[in-house]
Nanobody
Framework: VQLEESGGGLVQPGGSLRLSCVGSGFTFSSHYSVYYLSWVRQAPGKGLEWVSTIYTPASNTYYADSVKGRFLISQDNAKNTLYLQMNSLKPEDTAVYYC??????????????????????WGQGTQVTVSS
């Protein structure tokens, strides 16, 4: 089982990036199981901050207050790929961004910090730096 993120980089404040996360070795959504797919980030010296979650069977999406209205999570089951469209980026969005998968919903909103043990699967992360 593997999750692999891509799309990170250096962007100026106010700019946009789109992150992708491809899953292999398991299926995001099938007749047998469906995963809640999430993005989690970690800024230097800080804990793992939950960003957003998507659950396609119910067409549900959840966002942390810090990114609500700026970020958009989506999923392409045919490609087994998760996305995060990040707009109006701020310097405080600078972090390593991870995709994560679990059969349960971990966070639903507000401000939520997680641990690695909260999710079944994690990617290796992609760096996003917002700076002028």
């Amino acid at each position: 089982v593997q999750l692999e993120e891509s799309g990170g980089g250096l962007v100026q404040p106010g700019g946009s990036l789109r992150l992708s996360c491809v899953g292999s070795g398991f299926t995001f959504s099938s007749h047998y199981s469906v995963y809640y797919l999430s993005w989690v980030r970690q800024a230097p010296g800080k804990g793992l901050e939950w960003v957003s979650t998507i659950y396609t069977p119910a067409s549900n999406t959840y966002y942390a207050d810090s990114v609500k209205g700026r970020f958009l999570i989506s999923q392409d089951n045919a490609k087994n790929t998760l996305y995060l469209q990040m707009n109006s980026l701020k310097p405080e969005d600078t972090a390593v961004y991870y995709c994560a998968a679990d059969r349960k919903r971990v966070c639903t909103g507000g401000s939520c910090y997680v641990q690695r043990s909260d999710f079944d699967y994690w990617g290796q992360g992609t760096q996003v730096t917002v700076s002028s």
